[in-house]
């Protein structure tokens, strides 16, 4: 999953950001809410965590816009919002202003990935109907799929994903998938699609 850590206290960031990497998501940082915003208006993220004090624009103002344009986007992205202990009301305003959930600082590491998880796994079970292929569950179906869309879905910024090293995955990918009679077709020029799913 792609996900996004806006928070300006650095040493708190990278160590989140470590910590949801090890749990295999890509994952950007950014310590500006306009940043956010950008970032948001751009690319698609499966989860936001957001820290509520931040400089100038504060994660409040970023939650507010980030829910105003979620409609014309295909469905809110869930958000997770970081407050400081004992601000009560920070958690209700930010409940109110449309957060998934929240955490108060300072939180353990186990607490946060598990609830990344829940809301994960709540935003993927809203998410619109799911699409079997054979065995496998499908995000894009009948679709052409280049290896730029592919490197935009899982990589983060700081990543250097090159067209050739979705390549050795597909490649991979194949290797696992084949087995169970699920077939990507490379569409030269392209990228990739799968093929009509036959039983055997
Ligand atoms: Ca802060």
Known sequence: MRLLIVEDDAPLASGLQRIL???????DVTSRGEEAMLAAAQERFDLVILDIG???????EVLRRLRASSDAKGGPTPVLVL?????VDD???GLDLGADDYMVKPFAAPELTARVRALLRRSQAHGGPRIVHGPV???KVEKIVSK???????AGWGDDLSPNAIEVY????????????????????????LEEFKAS
Request: proline content about 4%.
């Open 170 to 193: 597909v490649s991979r990918l194949r290797s696992k998938l084949e087995p169970a009679g699920v077939k990507i077709r490379t569409v030269r020029g392209f990228g990739y699609m």
């Open 91 to 93: 958690r209700v305003r």
């Open 21 to 27: 990497e090890g749990e295999g998501h890509a994952v």
């Open 148 to 154: 730029e869309a592919i490197i935009q879905a899982v």
């Open 83 to 87: 407050t400081a202990r004992d601000a």
């Open 137 to 139: 569950l499908l995000a």
């Open 54 to 60: 931040l400089p100038q624009m504060d994660g409040f």
